[in-house]
């Protein structure tokens, strides 16, 4: 059973892939954070950077966006520009744009700005894929162009045509609001997460649309019965007081999207870490022993970890670089097999992953496609205590360092030591006897304290040393 489930809160909505009960991919959007990936904008040209042919483009937001001017475009400060947002900001990184738009339908993405022709390397049949090109290569206006979608394959031709009709429509509607609009403007806005759902994701393999909120059960309804009536019957209206996600037994997945450890049912687990260029996946055999050798026990956990973080790239939304350190195995062909494992279970994703082989060190390399920042960063924020880094001072560290003030006491003073439990208990069993001379010392934990944070209190004086 494969689900789509909707959920709509206040200012929050969320979607969940699901196949057979276990979550395939999570996607949430909130009301407060500015999603402009698939927008089209009238921007104007605020900086040129030459040596890097680049430019960066007011489009009226808070940072200005970042465009590789790869096709070396005659380009001037304060020139007006139709781009679209293809990245939203990533960390000290702004948003990216290109200057040639592609509008996404259902059966067809269609690009005003290039003269090309194509049809998803999904669909394998030569006969359908001469029969779609077809179709599309008589319909699409002159000097555009036309990517012919998977979910194209046996429709009927007016449905496609119709699908290019629209979206050569909605571009001369975008190119005359663009000859009115005064830059900075926004021209087009990408469709909201309930229709790209429907858009992107539903096809002949979907049981049920499942939509918690009525409003937008409704909105879904219409345009399913509108545009993709052989799916209207899936569409279903949950009712329940207990919550979607909860019901589908999916929360406890979902809260553990930013797990650092994932564990294998074989035993073995996986461990996830980022930086700002790559991210690191590492697995290891754990509690499993195998059966007959290392070899075996290697390739046994190898074979489940790759489709184990297939899955977990798709939930987390992880872009980039990837790095996949496997368990080391001497036999060439188990690698080639875990290889392949791995490519198999990156093939339904929409992201196109690349896995690009294996280093002389034994890492599997890939990539994949990234747009936004990951499923963590909207469900969680910087930790207050380790600023990210995932470390603090151990107790024994922060206790050195209240040492070191100390002996800069001089004469007998009582002092009154205020610090993080953890610390407290390590200077009171470890350090007071190594005061200085005269110093008498009163340790008094404060539980709201930063586990690096300390002060030192006269008592002699009141004031703070």
Known sequence: ?????????????????VTDGILQEYVLERSNEQRIVGNIFKGRVKNL?????AAFIDIGHSRNVFFYNGDKLDLSEGQSIIVQIVKDAMGSKGPR????????GRYVVFLPGANYLGVSKNITDSAERARLRAIADAERPKKTGVIVRTVAAGR???????DIRYLAGLWNSIEARAQRAKSPALLHREADLPVRAVRDYLNDSI????????????????????SYSDYKGRIVHYQKAEPIYRHYRLQEAIDGLNARRVDLECGGYLIFDYTEALTVIDVNTGSYKGETSLEETAFFTNMQAGAEIARQIRL?????????????MNDAENRSRILKNLSGALAGDRMKPRVLGITALGLVEMTRKKSRQNTATALFAECPACGGSGYVKSPETVAVAIRRKLAETTGAQSLLLLAHPSVAEWFANCELGRLPRGVKLKVQAVETMHPETFTILSLNEGSAK
Do not use: H, Y
């Open 97 to 104: 744009a290109i200057t040639r738009p592609a509008l996404a």
């Open 316 to 328: 987390r939304d992880i872009g980039g670089i990837i790095v996949i350190d496997f368990i080391d």
């Open 207 to 226: 049981d049920e649309i499942v939509v918690d909120d009525k409003e937008t059960w409704r909105i879904i309804s219409e345009l399913v019965s509108f």
């Open 1 to 17: 059973m494969n689900r789509i489930l909707l959920s709509v809160m206040l200012g929050e909505v969320s979607m969940a892939l």
């Open 49 to 53: 950077l030459t040596g890097i042919q």
């Open 156 to 162: 009927e031709e007016e449905a496609i045509k119709k």
